[in-house]
């Protein structure tokens, strides 16, 4: 395989660990699967931020507990994660963000404000530091319901077909574009990469097969 990755350094920006309260376990791992197979060298990153609310994924309801978001996603990152206020943008040379409720409940308020929205204020100044570097960036699942604060008016990005959360996106400036499970959409002008993951995915293999575009993606345009 063709490793389009190698040397390239990449920066993982998690929101916790697990599909309703945090990253998404799933394509966080599948992200750094292919990472790790493009020959990429990464490294993870977290908001030191307390999570939304706490969720049981067992039975979907609210616990009365509290987390931190950093402590949360060492979880998936083995330990090997970083505050994102250590995140310097001259260190590397693209930037992934999986989805997860996390990406709009912790890195940004998307999940309750929709059009409305506004994104963790860490999260924006790091995003927008690659944006003016001309880096590439990729999106997965709902985490492109931020990309109308990050990039310019139009930007285009996917999270699949659900009218609803494109119409909210679209409202912040985005362009949705239709996308299938598999399938990613570029913003070649703004170096976007996006991908519906778990928005459409029914099974993790279907998730796999954009999550690994995007990345291939990325890099090639890092």
């Known amino acids: 395989m063709s490793q ?59 616990m009365e507990q509290e987390r931190n978001v950093l402590v949360e996603s060492a979880r998936i990152a083995r330990s090997e994660i970083k505050p994102i206020q250590s995140l310097h943008v001259e260190d590397y040379d693209a930037l992934i963000l999986p989805g997860g409720f996390g990406a709009a409940k912790n890195l940004s308020d998307f999940a309750f404000n929709g059009a409305e929205v506004r994104v963790q204020v860490d999260v924006l100044a790091i995003t927008k530091a690659f944006v003016d570097e001309g ?38 400036g985005v362009k949705h574009v239709n996308c299938a499970v598999d399938d990613i959409v570029v913003d070649e002008l703004r170096k976007l990469v996006t991908t519906p993951a778990y928005m459409l995915a029914n099974r993790i293999s279907e998730a796999a097969e954009g999550i690994e575009k995007l990345v291939e993606k990325v890099l090639q345009l890092a």
């Not at 040397?7 to 292919?34: P, W």
């Not at 997965?140 to 109308?148: D, E, K, Q």
């Open 135 to 172: 880096m590439p960036i990729g999106l997965m699942c709902i985490a492109p319901a931020m990309a109308g604060r990050i990039f310019s008016e139009g930007v285009q990005a996917t999270i699949g077909n659900d009218a609803e959360t494109a119409a909210a996106m679209e409202a912040t």
């Open 4 to 62: 389009t990755g190698t040397g390239k350094k990449v920066a993982v920006i998690l929101s916790g660990c697990g599909v309703y309260d945090g990253a998404e376990i799933h394509e966080s791992v599948l992200t750094l699967l292919a990472l790790d197979r493009q020959g990429a060298d990464y490294r993870c990153f977290a908001p030191d931020i307390p999570q939304h609310h706490v969720i049981n994924h067992c039975t979907g309801d609210e």
